[in-house]
């Protein structure tokens, strides 16, 4: 089985397959522990270094590259370094994005005796048993002899099941040989029967594995569900991006004629301009006629959505399972029989090359394709004429949110943090594919800063807008000393109402009051980029139009001063349905 002894090194093979899976930038904090593998990196050319403010900031922008790359990684020394970046693992484990956290190590001979080594926790294993429940697969690089089968193995779980791995690799490790084996031979010998790899991998394990009886019950099941129903709504989940399965679905859309929706979590995995695009599907928060269509549709096909509460749970009607036709890349449910063992993609093939036949649109839903206007929608305000700009009117959020929909173009994208940030940005038209970013589900505050360097560098032909309230910039907002480092031209959008005003609705205190910055100071600190101060309509109007007509190429800043009791419509909309159930 054994190919070779190399003269590469374990942190030189490491690199290598980083570089292979299209890993051009890694994020992180160097420390003692993991300094060989940091000078590796510089002298490998291979992979730029991007060191941040902070390690929860390197994960962060390391999770926002994975969800445009495919892969993001993340680079920190042991426990002091490794346990600050693990609720930026956890966000991405919860929502499906494959980041790579490699940490540094006491070397194994240093270990011996139990020496009291700084950064120690308790056990030399603590950190490792911790990232044991938050990542999808996890390895202690302590031997040479098996390091190149085992990052082949954890680099592959990333791929596969996108979700996060974890590497540690002990520093007295770092420089030895590998032994290489055949590239990942031993570890698909072993799962060929794994449904996530077998559509990885397709090309390379025998047919014959997959379950083509459960497979053809299925799709016999889904297809007379779907032929003999009369209103029957596609469910765009995150899964169709993380899997990149968008021109596959595109095909099925166009060939059924189905219309579709997309979720909080999975805005933007579509163009938001196609045809058949009903609109956002955000349960109590959402437009009431998409609403009420998807929860009376008699046939909803859910691809790749996650039953997460931000999507489907505060609605005055829970989506019936009777009715519907749930596809995961974990199982697949079609009214209430479950198929294990099905490959989702391979699923999604089949339903394609199905007799499925071209549906007559229905009016219903041309009706709300057609006209897009209803009550404070965006898409209609931005083709209406009666949109004003009033001179010296005190700025609000709804008219912050009419007005940027226009600054909006195909090289946008869109980071919203948590809050208001969120739920506002939800009414905004995003034309392009995986052009909006949030934590929609595990809803971390302080993502959206951080997730700009992620972003930019993952594609640099896109041009962030970060919306984020003051309290997460608060958190994170020392990353846009990166940001100007590394020259990125963001523009960070700061809602300032002097605290947290989303858990103000929830329960009022001055627990939820910060200390109020003056945010468009900040770029004359870093000497870098313009700062806009935002406290009317034609001030915002103003400074949108100087930069993207002259500043378009530097970081920009606008500190936007909100009432303290100012919501967008969304979250109005939720308010509004929480304060019906809570006085019933």
Known sequence: MIKNVSNQSVGDYLIDRLHNY??????????????????????????????????????FAADAYARINGLGVACVTYCVGGLKVVNSTAQAFAEKSPLVIISGAPGIKERLKNPLLHHKVKDFDTQRKIFEHITVDSIILDNAQTAAQSIDRVLLSAICYKKPIYIEIPRDIILQSIVVYPQNKPYLENNTNN?????????????????????????????????????????????IHRFKLQQKLLHLIDKTNIPFVTTVLSKSVLSENHPLFLGLYEGAMGFELVRQYVESSDCLILFGAPMIETDFSITPTPISQSHSIFLTSENITIKHHRFDNICFQDFLDALINSLLIKRKSDIEAMEI????????????????????????????????????????????????????????????????????????????????????????????????IAIVGDGAFQMTGMEISTIARFDLNPIIIVLNNHGYGTERLLLEGSFNDILSWNY??????????????????????????????????????????????????????????????ISK
């Open 22 to 59: 299209g890993i051009r930038h890694i994020f992180g904090v160097p420390g003692d522990y993991i300094l060989g593998f940091y000078q590796q990196l510089n002298q490998s050319n291979k992979i730029k270094i991007i060191n941040t403010c902070d390690e929860q900031g390197a994960g």
């Open 195 to 239: 449904p996530y790899l077998v559509s990885e991998i397709k090309p390379q394990i025998q047919e014959e594995n997959l379950n083509i009886d459960s497979m053809n019950e299925a799709l016999t099941e889904a297809t007379t569900m779907i032929s003999s129903s009369k209103k029957p709504v596609i469910v765009v989940g995150v899964e």
């Open 369 to 464: 394709i057609k006209k897009k206007n209803y009550k404070n929608n965006l898409h209609y305000l931005k083709n209406n004429t009666d949109f004003r700009i009033i001179k010296g009117q005190k700025i609000t959020i709804k008219h912050l949110f009419e007005r940027l929909n226009f600054s909006i173009t195909d090289d946008t994208i869109i980071i919203a943090d948590v809050g208001d940030s969120l739920f506002g940005s939800l009414d905004l038209t995003i034309h392009n594919q995986t052009e909006f970013l949030s934590s929609a589900y595990y809803l971390s505050m302080g993502f959206a800063v951080p997730a700009i360097i992620g972003a930019k560098l993952a594609n640099p032909a896109l041009r962030p």
């Open 520 to 581: 468009s100071l900040i770029p004359k600190i870093l000497g870098k980029g313009r700062g806009f101060i935002i406290e009317t309509e034609d001030q915002l109007d103003d400074a949108l139009n100087s930069i993207e007509e002259i500043f378009s190429q530097e970081l920009c800043i606008l500190d936007v001063r909100l009432g303290k009791d100012d919501m967008s419509y969304a979250l109005q909309r939720l308010t509004n349905v929480l304060s019906k159930k």
